[in-house]
């Protein structure tokens, strides 16, 4: 799957911890809530399933700001890759969760790091499956550049320069069970 | 989650583990709501060629696969036996490498004789389904049913399901025992003793002659077609007697509980196994089923679809 669900070997430098994750998904809100006037029609979908709890995360935040409800949503993106069949693994299919109709919407698509971009492209594809939404941005609690495709962030919550062999790893309390963290394991 | 996919066939509810069938189920999950978008189609087997190859003839189960493939984005070739060189005396095996050598990357097989789907799996770089054998399995017709349960009721363990009618020659009663057992529910084969032997209580089922005791203890009434067109005079006399016996009739209906689910793998010969008012009742699935078979179609061809690349 993802190079942030590999285990740990050898050395890994932490780079954010609990704190500062919190504080740059804050951050994140608040640049969502100047870039969307109309929060009323901004979707957080997040990718699973570290993506889904950090749009659940940005939703409490903006609540927080603004008192206004966002909603947030799931897509699902294994259905849609282009490398089935070329990996080891069979990634896991999961249910879409988007409400609809997407028209007048701007779905704000969530994972926690954007790498080559090609998780995003499949995102995409699928939010369009489902209908045309008005715009579609995208947010990610990490950036560690190396795109293979010609997609940027709208939201970053910490730009990190990375070496292709080096490994981002997200650890987050609600989905592995572990305190939030962020570190970056030298290859 | 952490059961993974390992296999490239699917041949049987028999060889599988309940934690597999359950991992089916939940891919299932995720491609039935495929069904409700508006653009119905994902790329998973984009590029892969999937040969619907039923020596036997089905219009349901193949069109059912057919959509599947093509809302995974497979490109689907149709072989029928009256078309197939089969008839021309090319073995099962010889058709099969000739399509191979087409680069075809997934099978569907619906044969006559049990253990064809296998025979091809070993020999075969493929994958293969088995879209029905002989009288031996019917897997995606069980999964679907196993679906169509956890759907409405969210727990298989634990419920009573009761087959009914033909089990002697059915793949879909071997499968569906296979897969209920697995998962935990209690299963009553029904009908006359000609066509529900006691052999079968070593599967680990309860058997009944007695339709009438059945029916208000079952959770779910899993109802098989009588192949007529076969008139298996020598297995119960006739229709009326089948009928007076062990057809669903909207009498016998009064004696289901409330939530009973009603099941039928299709095509339904009203009047026969089940009168009409009762297959378009309240406690009916059985289109349910149509529309869940897809989804555990395409869950089943992405699986093993995937791994065989």
Known sequence: MKQTKQKTSGAAVPIMDAEAIRGSLRRVAHEIIERNPQLTHVVLAGIPS?????????????????????????????????????????????ESKLPLPLEERTIIVVDDVLYTGRTVR?????????????????????????????????YVGKNLPTAG???????????????????LEKS | MTTRWTRKDLLGLRELSADEINFILDTADAFKQVGTREIKKVPSLRGKTLVNFFVEPSTRTRTSFELAALRLSADVINISATISSLT?????????RNLEALHADIFVLRHGSAGAPQFLANRLKASVINAGDGAHEHP?????DLYTIREKRRQIAGLHVAIVGDILFSRVARSNIFGLLKLGARVTLVGPSTLVPREFEKLGVEISHKIDEVLPKADVVNLLRIQ???????????IGEYIRFFGLTKERAKLLKADCLIMHPGPINRGV??????????????LNQVTNGLAVRMAVLYLCGGISA
């Not at chain 1, 603004?66 to 897509?75: A, F, L, R």
């Not at chain 1, 309390?173 to 939030?180: A, L, R």
């Not at chain 2, 021309?88 to 099969?96: I, M, P, Q, S, W």
């Open chain 2, 273 to 286: 196994e089940i009168d009409s008012e009762v297959a378009d009742g309240l406690h009916s699935v059985i």
């Open chain 1, 50 to 94: 570290r993506g889904v709890e950090i749009a659940e995360r940005i939703a409490r935040f903006i609540h927080e700001i603004e008192k206004i409800n966002v909603e947030t949503g799931v897509i699902d993106v294994a259905m849609h890759r282009d490398d089935v069949g070329t990996r080891s693994e069979l990634p896991i299919v999961r």
């Open chain 2, 88 to 96: 021309k005396g090319e073995t099962l095996k010889d058709t099969a």
């Open chain 1, 122 to 154: 499949a995102a995409m594809d699928a939010i369009n499956s489902f209908g045309r939404p008005a715009r579609i941005q995208l947010a990610v609690l990490i950036d560690r550049g190396h795109r293979e495709l010609p997609i940027r962030p709208d």
């Open chain 2, 140 to 144: 995606t017709q069980a999964l679907l």
């Open chain 1, 165 to 183: 062999g080096e490994k981002v790893q997200v650890r987050l309390e609600q989905t592995d069970g572990e305190p939030d963290e962020v570190r």
């Open chain 2, 228 to 238: 007529h067109e076969r008139q298996r005079r020598e297995y119960f006399p006739g």
